[in-house]
């Protein structure tokens, strides 16, 4: 039988509607993409390969709870090889090619520092936990966020310890050439300066180099009371602690949270140069006098052990912070919905997020969100389950 016209319209205009009505349906069952930039390989990949045991941790469980508002998460994953040029190519890739709704990373200030003008140009929402002090402007990169300290708290912590607990007035600084290494240097010789000590040796190092014991020995010359290195490269993070050892110099080292880490530990030639060896870490996830850690974090480390996840070769912050940073995201988009200009409003007005690695908040105009209290000293040595005591005399 032949349509009439009307007939004709009223059928092409039920398509239409169910056309419409379909089109909602399967995208609220797509996955959110999200996309990552770990440094799983490569020099500096001790961090990368911790967080990565949280994030994926989280992502499991929040899609085995049902994902977000029903939409299972996809992780897109491109490993950044601790090389800033694999990192711009990678973030590229996810922004343009993947189209993801907000990256996670990169994991290593040197390489954040070739991505962030990147993601901001190409309007992506990013958070990540780089330190380096210029990574986050809410000028410049306004869909930028940090969940980590920046150079300044970190710096802060490690320089009061140095000069007000261990009383040591001459400093010697080394650090390797990455974009990390390089600022650090450059942001803490001048706040060591401002307390009232004196740099005796200062120095940008290749973390190829076999042999540190002529930087050693200057250092050693110049009178040197403490020497604080910055790198997150545990082979030359340990040829400093192992030259520091065979020398016989029981000179504190003062610095960053990979001098703790199981890598560095794997690599020294003794467990006795692991003595005097304070490296930056996080209250939350420390154990405080007599032994404790937080319930929170405790309840964490449960979830750990049931998912069976490796904790002997890494750090308990590195593996809190790759669980919070999913949580924190999928708390947004839960609450807001995945667009850029969604995700970003939420994240301005977050209070309190109470992350394992910390407490996070930010608002329009400060995308800084770690609190300076929770950055704290500790003693390598005492490293247990990837947490440690709180160095000598550093207090509650």
Avoid at 60 to 88: C, F, H, M, Y
């Amino acid at each position: 039988m032949s349509l009439t016209r009307r007939q004709a319209l009223a059928s092409a205009g039920a398509a239409v509607v169910a056309s419409g009505l379909a089109k909602p349906a399967i995208a609220a069952n797509e996955p959110i993409r999200i996309g990552y930039l770990p440094a799983l390989t490569g020099p500096s990949s001790a961090t990368g390969i911790g967080i990565n045991r949280g994030m994926l941790l989280a992502v499991k469980e929040i899609n085995d709870a049902g994902g977000i508002n029903g939409r299972q998460i996809e992780l897109i994953t491109r490993d950044t090889q601790s090389d800033p040029t694999k990192a711009v190519n990678g973030a590229a890739e996810l922004a343009h090619g993947e189209k993801v709704s907000v990256v996670f990373g990169p994991v290593n200030s040197g390489e954040s520092l070739a991505v962030v003008p990147l993601l901001a140009r190409t309007n992506t929402p990013q958070v990540h936990p780089c330190w380096v002090d210029s990574l986050t402007d809410v000028q410049k990169y306004p869909m930028c966020f940090r969940n980590a300290p920046t150079n300044q708290q970190i710096g802060a912590a490690a320089n009061r310890y140095v000069v007000d607990v261990l009383k040591a007035k001459k400093v010697a600084v080394i650090s390797d050439t990455t974009g990390y290494g390089t600022a650090s240097v450059n942001a803490y010789v001048p706040m060591l300066k401002a307390k009232g000590a004196q740099v005796v040796y200062q120095s940008n190092v290749d973390a190829a180099n076999p042999d540190l014991k002529p930087e050693l020995l200057r250092m050693q010359s110049a009178g040197a009371e403490a020497i604080m290195p910055w790198s997150v490269n545990a082979g030359f993070l340990s040829r400093i602690i192992n030259t520091r050892g065979d020398m016989g110099w029981d000179v504190p080292i003062v610095g960053q949270t990979t001098l703790g880490s199981g890598q560095t530990e794997a690599l020294l030639e003794k467990p006795a140069y692991w003595a005097k060896v304070y490296p930056n870490n996080f209250r939350t996830v420390c154990y405080a006098p007599g032994g404790k850690l937080p319930d929170r974090t405790v309840a964490f480390l449960d979830r750990l052990k049931s998912a069976n996840i490796d904790m002997g070769d890494t750090l308990l912050w590195w593996i809190a912070l790759g669980y919070d940073s999913p949580r924190m995201l999928a708390q947004a988009m839960k609450a807001a919905g995945t667009e850029p200009a969604q995700i970003v409003g939420y994240l301005n007005k977050l209070k309190g997020f109470p992350g394992v690695y910390g407490d996070i908040t930010f608002t329009p105009e400060q995308h800084n969100g770690y609190p300076d209290d929770e950055v704290v000293m500790v003693e390598a040595n005492s490293l247990k389950g990837g947490a440690f005591n709180l160095a000598p005399g550093y207090g509650a």
